[in-house]
């Protein structure tokens, strides 16, 4: 490159962040590595899953899109001056997303090696790169430059808003070490990395740290064939070890890693090899304490040993889901994140109470029922669920039902350790009602069914919402068959279902005025949940059970799949899906602005356009329950 050219490069560069911070001399050099590439509209810089390049990139002119894989979602579009391909200068991995040119663009690729060194060597650089990576944004200041779609939040609501200063945060190793001694064979370490689930052991020798062995040194040295699966630890371990104090930043751990191009740090009692090892770092450490990334959040749930140890983790998916609401992230999308972290953590809760409790006498299932049955718990609120195992002889009932209670017992404690209460009316596994044997189920849905009145109709209705969390499918799939089978030999049971899903008419009285509740605690409330909400997930599991279909929980989802049966049902059954998930928004926004659980709502709390949108949900209800009156020719509302 001609030094015109390079001087051109700098001069761009130095107008943007962080580029600004360099010196003269310090810019110039870097240039002097820049290739500068043109890319044609629709033209992909790297795709999702794609090995790291060598470079980050800047956009000299034009834009580029970074969107989920195979032209999914556009997460963000980044414009002149913009950073984005950082994933290998932080993390080492793969791209997380796929980048795609919207327009003629000019590229500057910063070669990633040359860049490094200035990382630690400029401080406001590094931070500005990890605050980059961290926000999964182009530029953290974006926002203070940039013009966006004001959301509901106020500023200090946003998903970062909790940790707005990551340098100085402080970072909690993991202290429970796995490692071995210099003789232990390749084979074993690899054992020891696939039962505790991690990427690294340390070799130690009486308590100090001879190396380190990654996943990548197997992957490298042993799978290769360079070194026998027999051969010590000595031979293929990473040595000698790089270390550090235990007392680290965020950003200073992020910033040694970068400087070392390592994904592990090693921390002793002085940062020295000399003293003995209190913990150890990885790059996953890092981003969850960043509590950004869902894969970050649900690797770490899965690698929890301790209980306890969860409820900072599902605090860390509480600041995602409002990152995700405050940039309007579709709640189709939310939803499933969300549910799948919950349930990760329901899974893991069970996973570690078995370790205490011992294996299981029979195959048994964890259903998980309500809201989280449904994929629609967003916010912290009670537990809703149950237990099935294997039908056993009579001689080992009574030994078998114990074993199952107490498992169930110390499940419902771990899931309110973390954040789960207990549920007021008792609908949980601990509850004996709610933890069975597969006949005592089968004979209790039976009379539900069969013999429905108020609470038979209320208590079928909880469970049929029931989702497969942990265990044995095979009995959940008994189970479901069971239930299905009875209600089509008994199709009254519809009709006192869909009398249940009319017993909260139009949530409007007079004048279009919201009906509010008349006493008790919440007297002056408007109760969203009972009146709005309730009644669209009775009516939809209603109908949806109607038409035999049996795996779609999400009342959402629900009503889009009616939409698909019912063509001339169509435009209203997406509207129906649409006000579902435009309620549940609400309330979880109500409920993270309040710190509540978002049910009840004081009306002075809300603007004209908020009253105007719940009101326009109100009138799709009103119509829904008219179908439902119609279709299941309910006279009498009233149970």
């Known amino acids: 490159m001609s030094n015109r050219i390079v001087e051109r490069v700098a001069d761009f560069l130095r107008r943007y962040p962080p580029f600004n911070e360099l010196t003269a001399k310090d810019l110039k050099n870097l240039s002097s590595g820049v290739d500068i590439l043109y890319r044609d509209k629709g033209t992909y810089i790297f795709n999702e899953d794609e090995p790291p390049h060598a470079f980050f990139y800047v956009i000299q002119r034009g ?7 195979n032209g999914g979602e556009v997460i963000d579009v980044c414009d002149e001056g913009d950073l984005f391909g950082l994933r290998p200068l932080i993390a080492g991995e793969n791209y997380k997303l796929e980048a795609i040119s919207q327009e003629e663009s000019i590229l500057y690729a910063i070669p990633i090696s040359d860049f490094r060194p200035l990382i630690q060597s400029y401080e406001e650089v590094g931070n ?11 530029n953290p200041y974006a926002r203070l430059t940039k013009t966006n779609t004001p959301g509901m939040f106020p500023p200090q609501m946003s998903a970062r808003a909790e940790t707005p200063f990551t340098e100085i945060l402080p970072i909690h190793p993991r202290k ?9 064979p390749a084979q074993e370490v ?3 990395m696939t039962t505790h689930n991690v990427g690294s052991v340390l070799v130690l020798k009486e308590g100090l740290a001879e190396g380190i062995i990654t996943d990548k040194d197997l992957r490298n040295k042993v799978v290769t ?9 000595s031979e293929i371990m990473t040595s000698p070890v790089i270390t550090y104090p235990a007392k680290l930043t965020i950003t200073q751990a992020q910033l040694a890693m970068m400087k070392n191009g390592i994904g592990h740090l090693c921390l002793t009692e002085d940062g020295t090899t000399e003293t003995p090892v209190v913990g150890i770092l990885s790059k996953y450490d890092l981003m969850l304490a960043l509590g950004n990334s869902p894969e970050v959040l649900l690797r770490a749930i899965k690698r929890t040993r ?6 900072p983790i599902r605090k860390r998916v509480e600041y995602l889901l409002k990152g995700y609401l405050e940039n309007n992230i579709p709640m189709s999308i939310t939803m499933k994140l969300i549910a799948e972290l919950n349930d990760a953590c329901i899974k893991r809760v069970i996973e570690l109470c078995l370790r205490k409790e011992g294996k299981a006498p029979v195959a048994f299932a964890w259903l998980a029922m309500g809201s989280q049955g449904r994929g629609e718990q967003l916010l912290h609120t009670d537990q809703d669920n149950a237990l099935v195992y294997e039908d056993i002889p009579d001689k080992d009932a009574e030994k078998v039902q114990l074993y199952f209670h107490q498992l169930a017992s110390r499940v419902n404690k771990g899931l309110r350790t973390i954040g789960y209460e207990y549920c007021p009316a008792d609908m949980m596994a601990s509850n004996p009602n709610w933890c069975k044997s597969l006949s005592e189920w089968k004979q209790t849905v039976t009379g539900w069914i069969h013999n429905p009145g108020k609470e038979e109709v209320l208590l079928s209705s909880i469970f049929f919402d029931f989702n497969f969390t942990f265990g044995t499918r095979s009995l959940v799939t008994e189970l479901s068959n069971h239930i299905f089978s009875n209600v089509d030999s008994y199709p009254m049971f519809y009709y006192h279902l869909a009398s249940g899903a009319l017993q909260n008419p139009s949530p409007s009285g007079f004048f279009r005025q919201f009906l509010l509740e008349q006493d008790g605690k919440h007297k002056d409330f408007f109760d969203l949940k009972r009146r709005v909400l309730m009644p669209f997930t009775d009516a939809a599991r209603v109908l949806i059970l109607s038409h035999q279909v049996r795996s779609i929980n999400n009342t959402a989802e629900r009503f889009e799949k009616l939409a698909e049966l019912e063509a001339n049902n169509r435009e209203f059954f997406l509207s129906c899906s649409y006000a579902t998930k435009a309620l549940l928004k609400f309330r979880t926004k109500q409920g993270l602005l309040h710190s509540d659980s978002g049910r009840f709502i004081a009306l002075d709390t809300l603007n004209k356009e908020e009253k105007i949108k719940l009101k326009r949900t109100f009138k799709i209800l009103k119509e829904l329950q008219e179908l439902i009156a119609l279709r299941f020719k309910v006279t009498n509302r009233v149970l």
């Open 176 to 184: 429970d070490l796995v490692y071995c001694t210099p003789e232990t």
């Open 63 to 69: 834009a580029v899109a970074l969107r989920m894989g």
């Open 306 to 311: 301790k209980i306890k140890r969860l409820k």
């Open 190 to 192: 690899a054992t020891l």
């Open 128 to 138: 500005f790169v990890i605050e980059s990576f961290a926000s999964n944004t182009r």
């Open 225 to 233: 064939g360079r070194y026998p699966i027999e051969a010590p630890a």
